[in-house]
């Protein structure tokens, strides 16, 4: 009989024969797949003791209930049989999306508590299992997987299983079914307050004829239902963002006058089916836009920088990330290493990893783009000490670099490994991952994938493990790694590199016990793949710059890079020329820079954001156009007096900006901070602008923009009363997920910080 000391020997005894029928003894009830909140998935309770890592038992697993055996041994839980197992507590609160369809793969993610790295993720229909493939420990709350086409339509529980065997059931939460549900794309705007309620526009694939629009909690609790049109309208006869399919529109109010400050799901809900998508998140703030709960701590970088970019990315609606790329340590040296952090839908940061891809050039002082798959590292310095003071010494870079944020397009599919009697591979349970790199025939994508799924296997005896896989379906393969755990019983998800260089025209590989393991580990979710040249450079190299991401009135997008420190003309210094390039919609292709329409004044070390009607007030759709944008400069280092003003401009025909002025309605010269903001960064939500610290603990916010078709004017800007203990500049930022994050920096321009704080907005 297998007692507590089972580890991962039930699940992996299955998988290896191939079995995936247990009998289950959890006593999970279920959340309402259709409204509800998922309550009352009572998973068991455990302590916190380390897992066991002993020799697993390889016999049949005993389905009986917990003997007195097993309750004698302290410091257990229980299995999915009833058994008992090693390990923590592990909890599984909510799945999103909670639907999929029979004829296409769907990528949920796990909500809960206690979930090591990296979990089994199962669909259980009685007694069978499916496992999920491309499972992503994404943080100790969170987990991702995704569920293969061809899964039989039917009402599913998702079973989440640690290594250790503790496993934790969300019963009948997850649904397949015949038709696609619906995928909420847009949300504009996405924010509102309790003073008026607001007017949306929903955008999305998959909506039905009687589709309605609701609002819920992040708890997905239904608090009210929109007021919306019957019938969405087909935007496109064929939209990628939808797979070729048909995109739909509808639009609605949100009554925010009547809702709690906080974060909200936008539901919409194909009523037939019974299917429906969410959309995270919507933003709900007090009347004058206060940032809500205050700053709040999270995980740090592993290495303190300042003069760094920060960006968002996602790999799809389930896989979020924060990027922290360059930057200058203490010392002034300028960093290459890049970081990435899981985000959840609601704004739980994970732990940051350093990338194994670094930038091909040191660069603090540079500005940093993402559109679509592609972040993009834009001048900047490698001068040590190069970014900081009022004349930086620095040498500009002109160059730009790009990277692919990883999917699982390029990752080859494993199976099932066979244990062989041959062989001095020792007895015990052993982890693989098998990863592609590609050729660089096509820069875009090469370089080593993200790892297959984990197989693994259990040895009862001295032998060895034969791998198979197939071919990824993206790129051309120059050659396949192999990485394993170092020793029998090792933890899963800590492979190290096994076998390289296996020829592109082999699938297969046998460990026979004889290939030593090394330290390189797999790549992560989130990881970019080689950063390149991108294949187009500045007009004019520039550091302590800023750039944005803009549409054009046809909807054509832009990169807009504004000012830095560099040569404008013939004279080095502070810059106020800008310049553009079109940038194609899935961020692969850049086209040429040329000058742009200067600032009005000259700025480095500012901030430089978009406002159009996603970000933009209420009144905005009723005074200008769908794809209206302004381009906002605010605070940095200006040359005399300094930069504590603020301008705007409309973005025009192919990028080309207007003239830049002050939104306050006065001269460009006026207005603004009532202080220098040297080293800030400016994000804007729901017409307000927000211009962080900057050599400063405060937040300057400004009221509510108010829009017309050709021009925006801020009342004033004040205290938004959400201040940090001490002052910092030259720090990143980015908003995700209804957060504004802010990662790195420097309090007094000789540290460099790992410090990362986040704030509902």
Same mark, same amino acid.
Not at 361 to 380: C, D, F, H
Not at 419 to 425: D, E, F, Q, R, S
């Given at each position: ?183 909420v794309l847009t949300v504009s705007p996405e924010s509102g307050t309790t003073q008026n309620d607001v007017a949306v526009t929903i955008t999305g694939c998959n909506f039905a004829t009687d589709g309605t629009a609701k609002l819920a909690t992040v708890s997905a609790t239904l608090v009210e239902t929109l007021q ?211 050729t660089s025939a096509v820069p875009a994508t090469a370089g080593e994938t993200l790892p297959s799924d984990e197989a693994v296997a259990t040895l009862a005896a001295t032998g060895s493990v034969a791998l198979t896989w197939a071919a990824p379906a993206d790129g051309t393969v120059d050659h396949y790694r192999v ?53 187009? @450079? ?7 710059? =800023? /750039? ?5 009135? &046809? #909807? +054509?997008?832009? $990169? !807009? ?62 005074? @200008? ?7 906002? =400069? /605010? ?5 005399? &007096? #300094? +930069?504590?003003? $603020? !301008? ?8 080309v900006l207007g003239a830049w002025a002050n939104p306050n309605g006065g001269a460009a010269s006026g207005g603004g901070f009532a202080n220098q903001r040297d080293g800030i960064q400016l994000l804007i939500s729901s017409g307000y602008g927000y211009a962080l610290f900057g050599g400063s603990a405060t937040v ?19 205290? =938004? ?7 910092? #500049? ?32």
């Amino acid at each position: 009989m297998i007692g507590s000391r089972r580890t991962l020997g039930i699940l992996a005894f299955l998988a290896a024969a191939g079995v995936f029928a247990i009998a289950c003894g959890g006593d999970d009830s279920g959340g309402d797949l259709v409204e509800e909140a998922d309550a009352g998935n009572d998973a068991p309770t455990f302590d916190t003791s380390a897992p066991d890592t002993s020799t697993p038992d390889t016999s049949v697993p005993d389905t009986s209930m917990p003997d007195a055996a097993d309750a004698a041994d302290a410091n257990v839980g229980m299995n999915l049989d009833g058994g008992a197992c090693d390990g923590g507590t592990v909890a599984a609160t909510s799945i999103t999306p909670k639907f999929g369809v029979t004829t296409d793969k769907t990528t949920l993610t796990v909500s809960g508590s206690g979930f090591l790295a990296t979990p089994k993720l199962y669909l259980k229909s009685g007694a069978t299992l499916t496992p999920l493939t491309s499972v992503a420990f994404l943080s100790s709350t969170s987990v991702s997987g995704t569920v293969p086409s061809g899964v039989a339509a039917g009402t599913y529980d998702v079973v989440v299983v640690n290594p250790g065997d503790c496993a934790a059931v969300l019963a009948g939460s997850f649904k397949v079914v015949a038709d696609p549900a619906p995928v909420v794309l847009t949300v504009s705007p996405e924010s509102g307050t309790t003073q008026n309620d607001v007017a949306v526009t929903i955008t999305g694939c998959n909506f039905a004829t009687d589709g309605t629009a609701k609002l819920a909690t992040v708890s997905a609790t239904l608090v009210e239902t929109l007021q919306v049109n019957v019938t969405p309208t087909v935007l496109n006869a064929a939209d990628a963002a939808c797979g070729g399919s048909p995109s739909y529109t509808m639009t609605g109010t949100i009554n925010s006058k009547a809702l709690a400050v906080g974060a909200y799901l936008v539901r919409v809900k194909n009523t037939t089916a019974g299917t429906f998508g969410d959309y995270a998140s919507f933003v709900v703030s007090n009347p004058t836009g206060n940032p809500t709960g205050g700053w709040k701590a999270g995980p740090a970088l592993n290495t303190g920088r300042r003069s760094l970019g920060v960006v968002a990315g996602r790999i799809d609606d389930a896989r979020r990330f924060l990027y922290a790329v360059g930057g200058e340590a203490a010392d002034g040296t300028a960093l290459k290493t890049i970081e990435v952090a899981p985000v959840d839908r609601f704004g739980q940061l994970g732990t940051w990893t350093i990338g194994r891809n670094e930038l091909t050039t040191p660069r603090s002082g540079l500005t940093v783009v993402r559109q679509g798959s592609y972040v993009y590292a834009i001048g900047g310095t490698s001068t040590k000490g190069g970014t900081g003071g009022a004349t930086p010494a620095g040498t500009a870079l002109s160059t730009i670099e790009r990277a692919k944020i990883l999917d699982l397009g390029g990752a080859p599919k494993i199976t099932d490994p066979n244990v062989l009697a041959t062989g001095t591979l020792p007895k015990g349970t052993f982890y693989y991952k098998v990863a592609a790199v590609l050729t660089s025939a096509v820069p875009a994508t090469a370089g080593e994938t993200l790892p297959s799924d984990e197989a693994v296997a259990t040895l009862a005896a001295t032998g060895s493990v034969a791998l198979t896989w197939a071919a990824p379906a993206d790129g051309t393969v120059d050659h396949y790694r192999v990485y394993r755990t170092k020793a029998a019983d090792g933890a899963s998800g800590a492979e190290v590199l096994l076998k390289d260089n296996i020829p592109p025209g082999t699938l297969t590989y046998t460990d026979t016990g004889a290939d030593a393991p090394g330290t390189i580990t797999p790549l992560v979710f989130g990881e970019t793949g080689p950063w390149i040249d991108a294949g187009q @450079a500045l007009f004019k190299a520039r550091l302590d710059t =800023a /750039a944005a991401i803009v549409p054009d009135p &046809t #909807g +054509a997008l832009f $990169v !807009e890079v504004a000012g830095g420190w560099g040569t404008c003309v013939a004279t080095l210094g502070i810059m106020d020329c800008t310049e553009k390039s079109s940038i194609s919609a899935d961020g692969a292709t850049l086209g040429a820079f040329v000058a742009n329409t200067p600032l009005s004044r000259p700025r480095m070390r500012h901030g430089l954001a978009v406002m159009t009607a996603k970000n933009g007030p209420p009144s905005f759709t009723a005074n @200008a156009t769908a794809n209206t944008a302004f381009l906002v =400069a /605010a605070g940095g280092k200006g040359i005399n &007096t #300094g +930069a504590n003003t $603020v !301008e705007a401009t409309l973005v025009g025909a192919t990028g080309v900006l207007g003239a830049w002025a002050n939104p306050n309605g006065g001269a460009a010269s006026g207005g603004g901070f009532a202080n220098q903001r040297d080293g800030i960064q400016l994000l804007i939500s729901s017409g307000y602008g927000y211009a962080l610290f900057g050599g400063s603990a405060t937040v300057d916010q400004s009221s509510q923009a108010a829009v017309t078709a050709t021009s925006i004017s801020f009342a004033n800007w004040s205290n =938004a009363s959400a201040n940090l203990a001490t002052p910092l #500049g030259r720090y990143g930022a980015a908003a995700e997920s209804a957060y504004f994050y802010v990662a790195g920096g420097t309090t007094n321009d000789t540290d460099a910080l790992a410090t990362v704080y986040s704030i509902l907005h």
